[in-house]
């Protein structure tokens, strides 16, 4: 007998909030730490910040591509029905965010493919992400066992932005 596809494993790569174990098990409904793997890193992209929330004036996690970059994250191996959970929470519906595939390597060197999100409505410029959204990171961060000098980048990265303009409009995909 076969397995239902939904019921099967998948990897999902988290950069952002949902490194974030307590933030991430809300939004599974169950236990995530369950799921979590290791830390693991996407080369040829960067962290930026130019997705405008839509629950506060300012810009959340998005990666782009970016030669000589990396991102590190979060690699779960959930059952694929959980994804629904996660697409909600990143707003698939809305046309927000589209999940993709991406090659990730873990520590000790395997490469594993994964989805992750990426924003599909971005800011013209990277903005502060919120302080309460910016303690989710740096727990996640935490949570998901970046390295120390990602982490001390986060934190210079996000100190740096400014605040967004709201003048000015999301690109739409």
């Keep these: 007998m076969f397995a239902s596809a939904s019921a099967l494993p998948c990897y999902l790569f988290a950069y952002g909030s949902c490194m974030n174990q307590q ?9 995530s ?13 960067c962290l930026r910040f130019n997705y405008p929330s839509l629950n506060e004036p300012v810009c959340c996690a998005n990666i782009t591509p970016a030669i000589g970059h990396t991102v590190q994250g ?3 191996r959930m059952p694929t029905a959980l994804l629904a959970s996660v697409d909600r ?5 809305l046309h927000r965010y589209k999940r993709q595939w991406v090659s990730v390597l873990l ?3 395997q490469q594993v493919m994964a989805m992750t999100y990426f924003a599909r409505v971005i800011h013209g410029q990277e903005a502060a992400p919120s302080a309460r959204y910016r303690q989710l ?3 996640g961060a935490r949570d998901a066992g970046v390295t120390l000098d990602y982490k001390i980048n986060l ?4 100190a740096r932005l ?3 303009e709201m003048t000015d409009n999301a690109l739409l995909p």
């Design 23 to 31: 933030s991430f098990t809300a939004t599974l409904g169950c236990d």
């Design 107 to 109: 520590p000790d060197g």
């Design 155 to 158: 934190l210079q990265h996000m």
């Design 89 to 93: 929470r990143e707003g698939v519906h």
């Design 162 to 164: 400014p605040a967004r």
């Design 74 to 76: 979060a690699l779960y």
């Design 137 to 139: 990171l740096l727990d």
């Design 33 to 45: 730490r369950r799921y979590f793997l290791s830390v693991a890193t996407l080369h040829q992209h």
